[in-house]
């Protein structure tokens, strides 16, 4: 088969959709795979360290996907990258449909099999694909939270772990599953006084291992709006598998929250699960709304492109293997992937 990987061009998105060492396998399987020029610069690879191991370098994005079969993508297309797919191509990659339904009607009429990383499900019911990024994204929202608090950034001007004779700063954060757990294990680190908030007891379980300054708690809206009410960041990292992210936040809890305090909602992809969310970029990343930062880039892990790559591509190659292969559908996990087939939407979340 011939898969294309063209350059990502989201606002400073770095990630590549192979890196060289997940190339080099479909490569040694007998597979051609093309990459656009400077397609994996920004993630610390260049062109040489594809064309070392049999990957051909090609100067356009149009010569990308001309030549293509399988087109292998990190983020969703965009309009220049929609130009060019075509009713052949079977396009894997993040789709996040549910909060897109231009895109949704654009890659129907297109008439393309589109398989979406973030709804390939393993027989656990667990998702493959988007762990990793969420791992990241779960990581980074507390960074990127810890900084937006501090004064010149506009924020409260709090040291999130607090010292000796200084309060600790207050985390809350909705959804204990990867994304949301791993911000737990950042902000517990910091020694921040964290609450999260899951309906599944496992995960209020794991939550209240990291630490005596964690709590876990069931989501009763009278509960959260208390919890919102103190905290000086809100995590957002409810995912429903393919479905647009309901509104756990409402309008109202975040003009209860002080000025200066932060919101980062990673489920912004899906549609974000805080009423005041909108999609931001890297170019302009956030916001304020009555006096709350709101950062919402829908790439987040874009930020870290050469650890968002690595940790990518380990587990979108096998797929990717699988995915060459005439009866790729006899793959339970794959089928789930499939978003949009032949004109037509095909997975039930898309349908709610």
Known sequence: ?????????????????????????????GHEVFVEKDGGVKSGYGDDQFTAIGVKILDSAEEVYEVAEMVVKVKEPIA?????????????????LAALPELTRSLCDIGLTAVAFETVEDKHG?????????????????QVATHLLH??????GILLGGVPAANRGKVVILGGGVAGGNAAIVAAGLGAGVVVFDMDR?????ARALGANVTGLYPHTEDVARAVLDADIVVGAVLVTGERAPHVV??????????????VDISVDQGGCVETTRPMTYDDPTYVWEGVIHFT????????????????SAAIAPYAMRLTSADWRESEDLLKGINVEAGEIVHPALFK
Do not use: W
Not at 4 to 23: D, F, H, M, W
Not at 80 to 96: N, P, V
Not at 302 to 307: E, F, H, I, Q, S
């Open 1 to 29: 088969m011939r898969i294309g990987v063209p350059r990502e061009l989201k606002p400073l998105e770095g990630r590549v959709g192979l890196i060289p060492a997940a190339c080099a396998e479909l490569v040694r399987a």
């Open 80 to 96: 220049e990258d929609l130009k060019h797919l075509r009713k052949d191509h079977l396009l894997f990659c993040y789709l996040h």
């Open 126 to 142: 667990r998702l493959p694909l988007l762990a990793p990024m969420s791992d990241i994204a779960g990581r980074l929202s507390i």
């Open 151 to 156: 004064q010149p950034q506009g924020g409260k």
């Open 202 to 206: 496992d995960k209020l379980e794991k």
């Open 250 to 263: 409402s309008a109202e809890m975040v003009k209860s929250m002080q000025p200066g305090s932060v919101i």
């Open 297 to 312: 880039v829908t790439n987040m892990p874009g930020a870290v492109p050469r650890t968002s790559s690595q940790a990518l």
